[in-house]
């Protein structure tokens, strides 16, 4: 066997997925394989990008082994209840446990219809699966939590999509599951206790096995999601990344970041930026995430409540205190992390911050760039650099001061160092590794994807990488091309 599959989620009962072998594509190549994550995943590189490995990464062989399904789920999008949604453009091929003991989904992305592809092809373009490559692994270096990109696989055949017949791709994507608040709903409105119970069961096993030996486990499994998502929506928060289309069917409970669709990373800093072209609303704006975080999890709660307690009043009661300590879980991480991106003591004023973010809000400061360079001037380099990004200085300057005041002369460099990142997955960047893949030519994907294996080192090579977009290239939207 050249994957080592140690499959668990077909053992659930056979309500919860479909069997579903992929569909064969006519021409398979490889663009990418993820050597390293290979590695972790005890996965012979060489074999994977062997003619039989590729033609796995393709959906054309099904590997020994494997027992590959869609999985059922349902979901809030944009705040509207769907019963059924489910992989329509997922393949799950089955678990494999990791180097360091852990269960990892093994899944294709764009590997043909499945019965929940409702009237979806079931395909992907290229374009996504070379985004999803590139936001997944660089939010990996980052350090956020996140599913990751095994490999990158053009199909030779074309999809339909709005821009006409275009190129299709699969993307291999690993996860610690694909597990979503939406599959807890999907039992929820059926009524189907005994299902929300087995996979209840499933999740604790899996992803937080202290809860079995909690008063009330499946009070203890909600109280884990709720830490997971505050301390993952801080970690984004901190980076300006916006995920772009939180629905509860793109929320693990895992606590892993899943489903790079029309996500991006703010460039000039405004608390209601989004970048979807499908967020109208502007609901997933950066600075709702916070909040919808916790709705998300109160769907999450709800589904849960007929296995807290037979007592429903009690259930309600008992659910509504853990997620009552959202909002501090959340500040506490956020504040953490913005404080270390400043170079705070614990004990300095938090109005530092909140006068920093105005301050980029109000001239349209780049975000990553500003910490970036802040950080610079910290380690001793002439504040000309900051004050060249600002039209009005005095304001600058104001702040300056009270920042260096705040820091009592002790300024934590290295909290600093490691909570500003140098290079992030900038739009226009990862819009043209896209167009140029579409041309067949994946130099800057797979530049890209080097340089941001590191995002916190000084690489002079990928100083261009650092920029902002010229006035031509801004990236206003971003879609998910589904
Ligand atoms: P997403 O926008 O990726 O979160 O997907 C939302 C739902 O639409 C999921 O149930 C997907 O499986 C489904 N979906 C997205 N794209 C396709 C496609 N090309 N074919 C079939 N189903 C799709
Ligand atoms: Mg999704």
């Known amino acids: ?22 569909a064969l594509v006519p021409e398979p190549e490889l663009i990418l394989a993820n050597r390293a994550l290979a590695s972790q995943l005890s996965i012979d590189s060489e074999w994977l990008e062997s003619a039989e490995g590729i033609a796995t990464l393709a959906g054309n062989s099904v590997p020994e082994g494997a027992q590959p399904i869609s999985q059922a789920y349902a979901g809030h999008q944009f705040g509207g209840f769907v019963p059924q949604l489910g992989d329509g453009r997922a393949i799950l091929l089955g678990e494999v446990i990791g180097t360091d003991g852990k269960r990892y989904d093994l899944q294709l992305k764009g590997s043909g219809r499945t019965p929940f592809s409702r009237s979806g092809d079931g395909k992907s373009a290229l374009g996504p699966v070379i985004r999803e490559y590139i936001l997944s692994e660089a939010m990996a270096a980052l350090g956020v939590p996140t599913t990751r990109a095994l490999a990158a696989v053009t199909t030779g055949e074309t999809v339909m999509r709005e821009e006409g017949a275009i190129a299709g791709g699969i993307f291999t994507r690993v996860a610690s599951s694909h597990i979503r608040v939406g599959t807890f709903q999907y039992y929820h409105t059926r009524n189907d206790v005994e299902g929300l119970k087995l996979l209840a069961e499933h999740v604790v096993a899996r992803h937080y096995p202290a809860a079995q030996e909690a008063d009330n486990p499946y009070l203890a499994l909600l109280e884990s999601v709720v830490s997971a998502q505050a301390s993952l929506i801080a970690h984004w928060m901190s980076l300006g990344f916006i995920h772009g289309v939180m629905n509860t069917d793109n929320m693990t409970v895992s606590g892993e970041t ?13 608390p209601q930026c989004v970048f979807s072209s499908i967020d109208q609303g502007a609901r997933y704006a950066w600075g709702n995430q916070p909040e919808i975080g916790l709705w998300n999890l109160t769907r999450l709660a709800e589904t849960l409540l007929p296995l807290v307690s037979e007592d429903s009043d009690k259930a309600i009661e008992q659910a509504e205190a853990v997620l009552s300590t959202y909002a501090e879980r959340f500040g506490e991480a956020y504040s953490k992390r913005l404080r270390a991106k400043l170079g705070l003591s614990p004990d300095a004023p938090f109005e530092v911050i909140t006068d920093c973010l105005n301050l980029l809000a109000e001239q349209k400061i780049d975000f990553t760039l500003f910490f970036r360079k802040l950080t610079q001037v910290a380690n001793g380099e002439d504040p000309a650099i900051l004050t060249s990004m600002f039209t009005d200085t005095t304001a600058l300057d104001e702040w300056l001061n009270k920042w260096r005041g705040a820091t009592n002369a002790i300024l934590d460099l290295t909290a600093m ?15 043209q590794a896209i167009q ?20 916190y080192e000084e690489r002079p090579e990928y100083a261009d990488l650092e920029m902002q977009p010229e006035p031509d290239e801004v990236v206003h939207r971003t879609f998910c091309g589904t």
């Open 417 to 431: 160092q490691s909570a500003n990142p140098i290079l992030i997955p900038r739009n226009h960047r990862v819009e």
């Open 1 to 22: 066997m050249n994957i080592q599959f140690d499959n668990t989620y077909v053992s659930l009962p056979e309500r919860f997925y479909a069997n579903q072998v992929p």
């Open 258 to 270: 899943i489903d790079y669709g029309p996500c991006a990373f703010m460039e000039a800093f405004h």
């Open 436 to 455: 140029s893949a579409y041309q067949g030519d994946h130099a800057p994907f797979k530049r890209l994807v080097d340089a941001l294996a590191a995002p």
